[in-house]
């Protein structure tokens, strides 16, 4: 049973209420203050103090200052007029429970508008925040387009002048080899067959004989055109390394190994663009892979809502790949989302099989995950269940086993008050 504490002292104005209350040597970590317009509690174990007000207070001005030992309270009256005294008169045990009920209600109505105010102007945030981040991608994304086609037509532009250059040069060179003379040893031969004073003939064809250069009679364009033969026709053997597992043969995980990359192939094909409501989205936002990127680059800036967004439609256009659950539960972590942020991580774990070497840190990672969230829904067992089978996986991590050994203690701590 908590002692209830009957000792404090308190001034008032016509609007105000100034409550003083001692802690006696109490932590200020252990004080736990709640305030409603007409029930004040203080709950520093072992002792305890309530206070039904005289009148309605404004719980969302009110004000409570812990240090030196002590809690100040000022608390701001609904109507501005002096109390006869702090406390209602003639309250009963019935009366304090209903009035404590209609309180906590009240508290939890405020305190869930609040929290849905807030989710909905982040989640206003988050989609101007995206729909800007899209749009400065697309004028990248066009920067880049403009630059390839500039690019393209400089290219083609330069291959046509080349082109031109290489038509004029190769007639100018025809027209040099029409107009050289002859020279040389046939030269002289055209010239001694020449009769004086008879009209100039073309000199005879000649057919080609042994040990003479008979290639000099052909046109230097047919030497030109000559093609080489073709290649002998052969086959190349070609070695693969064979893959080698890091493991001993009497522990080889051969089969684990094979089924585990069967299943990652499977899962790269097992996309549903076909659907109609992919037609609309972009090349690359039906890919997961870069949708999976997108999440990862929202979630380092802690837009955490968005990131969710991103592997929802990853895992929509494919829901076999492990890794798009397991960095949505590290986003409901973040979010508050445990039991959320327990199913993602189960499902990862199921992906996740068989167990080797290739994704030994992702299911580390998704026990550590399942587990933080047992343990903020305060089922300290279950988590430290989690957190045993991580380091089964990874004995030597020092965090994970600090966080563990702290797990212990809360449970052995639980046990001894529960003895007690």
Known sequence: MPVRVSEFSWQQTPATIFLSLPLRGVCVRDADVFCGESYLKVNFPPFLFELFLYAPIDDGKSKAKIGNDTILFTLYKKEPVLWDSLSMPGVDKEMMQRIREKSILQAQEKAKEATEAKAVAKREDQRYALGEMMKIEEEERKKIEDM????????????????????????????????KPLEGKQAEETKALKPRGLPRKAPPTRLPTRGRNWENIFPEKLKEDRVPAPRSAGSIQISFTPRVFPTALRESQVAEEEEWL?????????????????????????NPDWLKD?????FATENYLAAVDAYNLAIRLNCKIPL??????????KLKNLHKAIEDSSKALELLTPPVADNANARMKAHVRRGTAFCQLELYVEGLQDYEAALKIDPANTVVQNDAE??????????LKSRD
């Open 262 to 286: 069967h299943k990652q192939a499977e899962a790269r094909r097992a996309m549903s663009t076909d659907l109609p409501e992919f037609f609309d989205l972009k090349e690359e936002e039906r």
């Open 406 to 415: 702290k797990i212990r203690n809360i449970i052995q701590g639980t046990a």
């Open 324 to 333: 798009l659950y397991l960095n949505r539960a590290a986003c409901h972590l």
């Open 294 to 298: 997108k999440g990862n680059k929202l």
């Open 148 to 179: 390839k086609e500039n690019e393209r037509k400089k290219a083609t532009s330069e291959l046509e002048a080349w082109k031109e250059c290489q038509k004029k040069a190769d007639g100018q060179k025809r027209v040099q080899r029409k107009e």
